[in-house]
């Protein structure tokens, strides 16, 4: 039997068009001579005279050439965007008919999912063990969320008995308090409560009859006795110990989530899925726009996870702290290995093994739930006053962080993680690793964050070719296994290239030989027999290169006694901080979030000036931005190509590709519409328009969110190649590992050199995250 369905994946037009078309040859020869900035209207300019006649023969040869120039494919026109649907098979087997009742594991077989007229995955296998918390890992556009969505959203069937729970989006901001809407997400204590309180209602009733009453009083009863069993009194607190836990401080949960950024609106949906602790629960990105801290709470939350968690994040640590299993999406396939993302990358070196995939849980539920849910809030970030704000007041990153804190209040059995770690920052990073590693569910992550995966992971399962191959252990272990495996597959297709290519020159050369007639007959069934090996299909490595500059003299960019205030009635950020940094600078900015390191970047970029000090920078600076909201900037209905050469007019087709060739964007994909895309596709693409700015110096604000491991290693690669300055805000350890020399963080507004590095705010952090716990 095969299950099949479609997904539509369209989104809303967001571009902007020009009503009519602008002529600029009329306006620019009358102004040849004048070396003036100030613009001309229209009414300024002088009447011009034309020949009918002429007028209509230089129309048609305009005609003419534009015919030509489409016929021979100069110029990329907008074409038609196809609908683009997403469709999924399966075959459904004894093992999914007959567990269907009682199991929670999930064995998707012979799975097939296309992309328009992509095939994602072909005849995939995978089984998701409950108890076991898997990080999805491969590169980027392969299909990763895809996966994460066709399982969400009933397209690929599961047993109808687990309850699931997918953190993909933020919650819409309404007038629902934050911990209302952590709450109300407990269908089963919110059925109780009204049955309650109807049956108090009516034995309130005057006119209800003494039999009736005594009814109801029996009924009232075993309410009660369902409401203590289901714990309903201890609901509230377990709820503000999930959103304390994502950031959410004891006066912010009682704020209208409307009030919250997609950010923080984020974090209620994942206090949401903690909260209602489904037996499935699955994370896409749930460390997007958390604080490290937030993240430190949600890997220490979701290690004690009793369900099913996967979880699809680029944040290494992440994925190292919370994940006992990884699943490599690679080559249409899906590969499983036990162990967390180090252990991963270690097996990829060694030839996979079947090993045992249940085991025992690591934490139990704590008592209160309130207090679970502020721990959980806390650990991602949320002050106790921010707890009891609504999400409406947080951006989509605290949001995020919210939508991941209900997933790890909830505990579902299965958590599905796209990216968890994004919108982090170190510290709450850190804490969602180690909270994922007592997870007692299942986990399925996607995550470019080697860290991450090396710590949370027990499992990897490689999406490439079409299918899933399944690694036990981290990513580090997946690695290694992967290496040793291509190796003995090469090696064998070598020796059977060699094998027959002996047999077949003893069959030429004695097949009319009649003495050895039984032995070329033998040599002929042995090659009819012999299995037909395939070359090794080896992943190309991945390529970025930032275009090079002129290097400037130092100083480039200097604060000097800068302090910083949005308006008189408010608290300074930053109060008498001296920095300064020149080409040769690669400075990574850490801290908090809502500390002040995206202010702090506008101040370096001249887009705020500062209430007193002074900051110089060099005349001759030309500063590439990076937004960490880049996503929100793309025309979603225009095509790659079509989108730079609106952004950068005057350049021929050549060049546009080839700026977008440079970050990995090449062939067919920059004339998809970029809601096709994939999210690392996409920051692909706000790469290429960063490079065609020519810039010399680059600030970066979370640069590696929807990156895969390997694109992480290219960035960091290309950032060391690069002539400039970089300062780079960013939580992933592997970047800063690889590029930063100075690492600026910014508490209690001011800005402090670290001269231990990444490992001296590491262990600080970690001491900070031993306190609190």
């Known amino acids: 039997m095969i299950f099949r369905k479609t997904i539509e994946n369209r989104r809303e037009d967001a571009a902007r068009k020009l009503d009519t078309t602008v002529d600029m040859s009329v306006q620019v020869d009358p102004y040849k001579n004048i070396n003036s900035i100030w613009k001309v209207s229209a009414k300024d300019l002088p009447t011009i005279v034309h020949d009918k006649k002429k007028l209509l023969k230089a129309e048609g040869r305009n005609k003419d050439k534009a015919a030509k120039r489409t016929e021979e494919g100069a110029a990329a026109p ?126 309130d009733d005057p006119s209800t009859t003494d039999d009736e009453r005594s009814e109801l009083s029996h009924k009232l009863q075993d309410v009660y006795g369902e409401m203590s069993a289901h714990q309903v009194e201890k609901a509230p607190a377990l709820a503000g110990v999930i959103l304390f836990g994502l950031g959410f401080k004891p006066d912010e949960q009682r704020r209208p989530t409307k009030e919250f950024s997609g950010g923080w609106r984020m974090r209620v949906a994942l206090a949401r899925a903690l909260f209602t602790k ?48 990884i699943v490599h999406l690679h080559t249409r396939r899906l590969d499983q290995y036990k162990g967390n993302y180090e252990s991963y990358e270690k097996q990829m070196r060694e030839k996979l093994t079947l090993q045992q995939r249940e085991y025992e849980a690591q934490v139990q539920l704590l008592e209160k739930a309130p207090a679970l849910a502020g721990v959980i809030l806390f650990g991602l970030g949320f002050k106790p006053d921010e707890q009891r704000r609504p999400t409406k007041e947080f951006s989509g990153g605290w949001r995020m962080r919210v939508a991941l804190a209900r997933a790890l209040f909830t505990k579902p059995d299965l958590l599905l993680l796209d990216e968890p770690t994004n919108m982090l920052d170190m510290r709450a990073v850190y804490w969602l690793e180690n909270h994922l590693q007592g997870w007692t569910g299942t986990i399925v992550t996607v995550s470019h964050d080697r860290k991450f995966l090396n710590t949370i992971c027990t499992d990897i399962v490689h999406l490439h070719t079409r299918r899933l ?36 020159e003893f069959i030429d050369k004695f097949r009319y030989n009649a003495k050895r007639a039984s032995m070329v007959q033998s040599r002929i069934k042995m090659l009819e027999k012999m299995p037909i090996l395939k070359a090794v299909e080896f992943e190309l490595d991945v390529v970025l290169r930032f275009p090079t500059c002129e290097k400037l003299q130092p100083p480039v960019m200097q604060l000097d006694e800068v302090s910083f205030r949005y308006n008189k009635d408010c608290d300074y950020i930053f109060r008498n901080i001296c920095v300064g940094s020149d080409s040769d600078s690669r400075i990574c900015i850490v801290g908090e979030n809502g500390a002040g390191k995206t202010t702090l970047l506008k101040i370096i970029m001249g887009d705020l000036s500062p209430s007193s000090g002074i900051r110089h920078s060099n005349r001759r600076l030309n500063i ?28 021929s087709v050549e060049e546009y590709r080839g700026a977008l060739g440079r970050f990995g964007l090449s062939g ?50 290309a950032l060391n190649d690069f002539p400039g300055g970089v300062v780079l805000v960013s939580h992933d350890e592997r970047l800063i590992q690889l590029v930063c020399k100075e690492l600026w963080v910014v508490k209690d507004r001011t800005v402090t050199r670290l001269e231990g590095g990444i490992a001296e705010y590491k262990e600080h952090v970690h001491r900070q995250l031993a306190i609190q716990a």
């Open 78 to 203: 907008r074409r038609p965007k196809p609908q683009i649907i997403a469709t999924a098979s399966q075959t459904i087997g004894k093992r999914t008919d007959t567990e269907g009742g009682n199991s929670l594991d999930i064995h998707l077989e012979n799975v097939d999912i296309s992309f328009g007229n992509k095939q994602l995955l072909s005849g995939a296998d995978c089984t998701l063990s409950y108890g076991r918390r898997y990080g999805l890992v491969g590169r980027n556009g392969l299909g990763k969320t895809t996966l994460l969505k066709m399982i969400s959203c009933g397209q690929l069937k599961i047993p109808s008995n687990i309850r699931m729970l997918s953190v993909e989006q933020e919650v819409e901001g309404d007038e629902t308090l934050v911990l209302d809407s952590v709450l109300a997400c407990d269908l089963k204590r919110e059925t109780l409560i009204r049955e309650e309180r109807e049956l108090r209602e009516k034995i």
């Open 278 to 325: 489904p037996d499935l629960l699955l994370l896409d990105e749930p460390t997007n726009m958390l604080d490290m801290r937030a993240v430190y709470w949600l890997e220490n939350h979701l290690q004690g996870w009793t369900g099913t968690i996967v979880t699809v994040s680029h944040d290494r640590k992440f994925l190292n702290t919370i994940c006992t299993d």
């Open 469 to 504: 191959d399944q690694y036990k252990g981290n990513y580090e272990s997946y690695e290694k296994q992967m290496r040793e495996k291509l190796t003995l597959q090469q090696r064998e297709y070598e020796a059977q290239v060699q094998l027959r290519q002996h047999v077949q």
């Open 624 to 651: 590439g931005y990076f937004s960490q909201h880049h996503v929100d900037q793309l025309e979603m209905d225009m095509s790659a190509l079509e989108l730079v050469a609106q952004r950068f007019p005057g350049k």
């Open 668 to 717: 067919d994909v920059v004339f998809q519409s970029i809601v096709t895309l994939s999210g690392g596709q996409k920051s692909r693409l706000a790469f290429g328009c960063l490079g065609l700015q020519n810039p010399n110096y680059l600030v970066l604000d979370e640069p590696t969110n929807h990156l895969d491991v390997e694109t992480v290693d290219a960035l960091g690669k």
